[in-house]
């Protein structure tokens, strides 16, 4: 009887980045964040971002989910919609999270920015 043993490969490994500018819909608030999640290995990922922005002495705030495809470096855009009012063109305050997980466990990824956001049509 021979028994062999592998140890195995660590979990995936990510990196969630937020790009310093974004763009908000004048009609509508709605705010668009980007970014890059960098994958070790293919995988499939949530990402998440909440955004915050302060009009006067009140807080706008919004958070939006998508679910990528990751292979090295991936681009990803999510829509952020105002839960408490339109947000506007200037600066958020955004925080991300990424969750990834493969065969040998899983992963968490966060980060953290101000955004400056720009007005479209």
């Known amino acids: 009887l021979v028994i062999t043993a592998d ?3 660590p979990p995936v490994e990510i990196d969630l980045t937020i790009d310093p500018t974004g763009s908000v ?3 509508t608030g709605t705010v668009e964040i980007r970014g890059t999640l960098t994958c070790s290995a293919p995988t499939f990922a949530e990402i998440g971002v909440f ?7 009140a807080f706008i705030r919004g958070e939006g989910f998508t679910f990528i495809e990751c ?12 839960s408490n009012g339109l947000f506007t063109s200037g600066k958020v305050s955004v925080e991300a999270f990424s969750f990834a997980c493969d065969q040998f466990g899983c992963t968490f990824d966060d980060a953290f920015a101000d955004v400056k956001l720009t007005g479209k049509r």
């Open 71 to 82: 292979d090295g470096p991936t681009s990803f855009s999510i829509p952020v919609t105002g």
């Open 51 to 57: 955004v915050e922005q302060r009009k006067g002495r």
């Open 25 to 27: 819909a004048s009609k």
């Open 7 to 9: 140890e195995a490969p």
